[in-house]
């Protein structure tokens, strides 16, 4: 069990959502009892959100957040206690999860929920839960700050969603994913009845004409590819290169020209704290000139036009960056508008779509274009 009072401090912050004053009297109570460095982080994060810093203190700030998460971010983790991945953190606390495998007995035991009460997102996707594990859920589950809940490819019916409208541990749930279950067309109706939440965005799979994904479904598959293809790829320059800070994903769609079917994808990696694209040339470089890594050589065939620089070309089967067909549902959301292959600077046509960070963690930024997320290529037979 957690001390009672940061039991209380905790279960205060997720119920008061956006409200960082909880979470500095949380921060005063860890440096009280010995963990400063956690103290710190929610501090540095919540400071982070504030728009009226300057360019200077910001940077500063970030600075000081990479290194506290170099340093402590797999034992924070760890002190879940669970079979985790996706772990995300807002404003100093542990914010996002995805479990690896489904124990009830675990994930719902009182100590358990202390810990997790300031989630705003549980992936529970692919674990077979059944309608007993989504029962067991909705009746012990005690997440109040939880947003979004994500129960895709579980085996799921009608009974379970049943169970799941109960669920009076979930007060602030307002997105579910549910597709990939078997369960019946009444599910949306009963769900939108619950008296226990009141949703906003239930996704069960459906597509809309000329799209191949729902936007749930496009999400998810996200981030399946970039754990399994792109964070093996970005850790091995990580390793291999001990300056580098950061790497970013990038994304062009060519709408002008030919190749109007599909979406290209670079990956920048960087002794910065973020990636920039800017000065970075697409031809005649200059071995040094590139400001991602003044200090870092890096000799690899998938460089654009070889020799040492920052941009790293996806179109590699190891990284199974499919830019006819598969990259185009995930990632066409992400570019710009007006791209063409005429550009002389990376930054002309890219755009960034996902940042990943030495310490393990990665952040999706915001979507440009929501309309073509999910969008079926023209090159693709769903048949």
């Known amino acids: 069990m957690l001390d009672p009072t940061h039991a209380a401090l905790l279960r205060s912050v997720a119920e008061r959502g956006d409200d960082n004053t909880p979470r500095f009297v949380l921060a005063d109570w860890l440096e009280e009892h010995g963990e400063a460095s956690r103290a710190e ?40 206690g669970l079979p985790v991945e996706d772990i995300y953190f807002e404003r100093g606390l542990i914010s996002g999860i995805r479990l690896l ?8 035991d009182s100590f358990a929920m202390q810990q997790l009460a300031p989630l ?49 541990g979930l007060p602030r749930l307002d997105s579910l994913y549910l597709f990939q279950n078997p369960i019946g067309p009444t599910a949306y109706y009963t769900l939108e009845s619950s008296s226990c939440f009141c949703l906003g965005d239930l996704d069960l799979g459906e597509r ?62 960087s002794e910065l704290v973020e990636p920039t694209l800017e000065g970075v040339a697409r031809f005649n470089f200059v071995p040094g000139n590139d400001p991602n890594i003044p200090n870092t050589q890096i000799q690899s065939g998938r460089t654009y036009g070889g ?34 292959q005429e550009y002389e600077k990376f930054g002309d046509a890219y755009s960034p779509a996902v940042m990943f960070y030495r310490h393990g963690g990665y952040t999706v930024l915001p979507i440009l274009r929501p309309q073509l997320d999910g969008i079926r290529p023209l090159r693709w037979n769903d048949g």
């Open 41 to 80: 982080f929610i501090r540095v994060q919540c400071e982070l959100v504030s728009p009226q810093l300057s360019a200077d203190a910001r940077h500063a700030l970030r600075m000081r957040e990479r290194d506290l998460l170099n340093a402590h971010r797999d034992k924070w983790c760890q002190a879940l």
């Open 208 to 269: 809309a004409d000329g799209y191949c994904m729902s936007p749930g479904e496009a999400d998810m598959a996200r981030r399946h590819y970039l754990r399994n293809h792109l964070l093996p790829t970005v850790r091995g320059y990580f390793n291999a290169h001990e300056r580098l800070r950061s790497a970013m994903l990038c994304v062009a769609q060519y709408w002008d020209d030919q190749a109007s079917d599909a979406v290209h994808g670079i990956l920048v990696v």
């Open 101 to 108: 495998k489904w124990q009830g007995s675990r994930i719902l």
């Open 307 to 340: 020799g040492s620089r920052s941009t790293i070309d996806l179109d590699f089967s190891e990284i199974q960056w499919l830019e006819n067909t598969d990259a185009i549902p995930l990632w066409a959301a992400f570019a710009p508008e007006g791209g063409n």
């Open 120 to 168: 705003t997102e549980l992936d529970l996707s692919g674990l077979r839960m059944g309608d007993d594990g989504v029962a067991a859920l909705a009746d012990r589950a005690r997440l109040p700050g939880l947003r979004r809940l994500i129960l895709s490819d579980n085996g799921i019916t009608d009974v379970g969603v049943l169970a799941l409208v109960e669920a009076k």
